[in-house]
């Protein structure tokens, strides 16, 4: 593992502050980009209105990693929305993106955010984070066991939960 990038700041995003919109749009663009995000960009629709839409939900938060001083360069994101969980009748946060661009993988970006990540959760009263991961990604999968998430299952007779998706287009 490389060593952390010199002078990290992780934060909570303000999704007021131009800078910090800026970098969630062009973090989650590079994310899109990427073959484990898709291999495909951000629409001009995302790009124009993502920024606004989560900050009009109150259940949404997101995290940013940067490296250098004045926040010039962003290096990671997380975006978070908060769900419930009615078997705990509290709530949970899922994690819906985790980005760290390349140049800095490897370098407990990721790892530095999440634990930021751990403690918002836990300040707004959630039971569990939750999270999807491809599993041809293996650092990724190899970080999240590390730091303690494991697949999802109530009786292993049962098996484990699976992830799936129906798109309304």
Request: charged content about 20%.
């Amino acid at each position: 593992m490389k060593p952390m990038p010199v002078g990290l700041r992780v934060c909570l995003a303000d999704y007021g502050h131009a800078a910090h919109a800026l970098a969630l749009v062009h973090l989650l663009d590079a994310y899109a980009r990427d073959p484990m995000g898709g291999g495909h960009g951000l629409s001009e629709f995302a790009q124009t209105n993502l920024v606004r839409c989560l900050a009009e939900r109150a259940q949404a938060f997101s995290v940013l990693a940067f490296v250098g001083e004045d926040d010039a360069r962003p290096v990671g994101l997380v975006n978070c929305i908060e769900g419930f969980s009615t078997f705990e009748c509290r709530p949970l946060v899922n994690i819906h993106d985790v980005v760290v661009l390349p140049a800095y993988r490897g370098q407990r970006v990721a790892q530095q955010m999440l634990t930021l990540v751990d403690k918002l959760a836990r300040e707004r009263g959630a039971c569990k984070l939750t999270l999807e991961v491809l599993s041809g990604n293996v650092g990724a999968i190899s970080l999240y066991s590390r730091i303690g998430f494991a697949n999802y299952q109530l009786d292993p007779a049962s098996g484990h939960a699976q992830f799936l998706q129906k798109w309304l287009r």
